[in-house]
């Protein structure tokens, strides 16, 4: 509960930029980079000028209750289950449960990372679905979805149940690249600033300092993957004509997705829009962590109560 409130508190504000980063990371889909071919948006910048006067708030703000629900799903588990589980680690090894050790911080964030997105893929999928939509400027396959709710019952309508986790595969190393340093960093930085007397343990600005160097590593161990995410999400389906199942049209697996994205735009196409996903990633993982601590702190003294 306290996960998945922080988790709401930081979309609230970064689903903006997660919707530029979405349309830049489509734009020149598998094209042969060119200098000189036109481009939608030129930057981050621009993305934001454009749907502002073509779509306003609304257009910015695209797939926000998805986007609720998924962090709900995700942050819940992954903040929740996360220190659960590293004391459990810690304790099968001999440590004490809340030291703080960095292979166990790693396996730990890395497990409950792969729970929350699988529990949350579908409604990711439908995030992404609706911030890559534009009725003016559009870039990548579109999909034109009501709501969240026309979207679920669409997707299942086309390609049954098993369509809504539609390339999981790739949210789990997405999700995994970012839980498995996500917390470690944060936990290995606000034991740095204590060590060394730098901020108090239990002040706001720990809290500020120690999710701020989170949210940089985060960017870094994620951008590729999370590329391959919106990709994958977001392309068109077709039916395969052998098996008569559904199937993606233009990438199979997240590593089919990188090599040919490498092959078509070069490696530069894994980290299209890495401004605005440092935009993104950076705010919500302070707020996230920041709200996470704050909350679950007013709630132990809620339990606690006489």
Request: proline residues 5%; contains cysteine.
């Amino acid at each position: 509960m306290c996960g998945g409130l922080a988790g709401c508190a930081a979309v609230t504000v970064t689903n903006i930029p997660e919707t530029m980063k979405t349309r830049l990371q489509l734009q020149g889909e598998l094209a042969k980079a060119d200098a000189n071919a036109p481009k939608v948006y030129k930057n981050v910048l621009d993305v934001f000028k454009k749907t502002w006067a073509n779509e306003g708030i609304k257009g910015l703000q695209r797939g926000l209750m998805p986007a609720y629900g998924y962090q709900i799903l995700l942050n819940g588990s992954r903040l929740g289950f996360y220190e659960p589980v590293r004391h459990g680690l810690n304790r099968a090894l001999g440590y004490k449960p809340d030291e703080v050790v960095w292979y166990t911080s790693i396996t730990a964030g890395s497990i409950t990372g792969c729970i929350g997105a699988t529990l949350g893929s579908p409604l990711f999928l439908i995030k992404a679905r609706m911030q890559a939509y534009s009725p003016v400027l559009p870039v990548g396959a579109q999909h034109n979805y009501k709501n969240g709710f026309d979207a679920l019952s669409t997707i299942v309508r086309s390609d049954g149940v098993a369509g809504l986790w539609r390339g999981v595969s790739a949210a789990i190393l997405r999700t995994v690249c970012g839980s498995a340093v996500q917390l470690p960093s944060y936990n290995y930085a606000k034991d740095l600033f204590t060590r060394y007397g730098l901020l108090d343990p239990n002040s706001f600005w720990m809290y500020l300092a120690a999710s701020g160097v989170s949210g940089v590593v985060v960017c870094a161990a994620m951008q590729p993957a999370d590329t391959v995410l919106t990709r994958m999400y977001n392309q068109p389906t077709i039916r395969d004509p052998v098996t008569g199942k559904t199937r993606g049209a233009l990438y199979t697996n997240p590593i089919d997705c990188l090599w040919k994205t490498a092959q078509a735009e070069g490696i530069k196409g894994w980290y299209k829009g890495t401004t605005a996903h440092f935009l993104r990633i950076a705010p919500h993982t302070v707020i996230t962590l920041v709200a996470n601590e704050l909350i679950t702190k007013e709630y132990k003294k809620y339990i606690r109560r006489d």
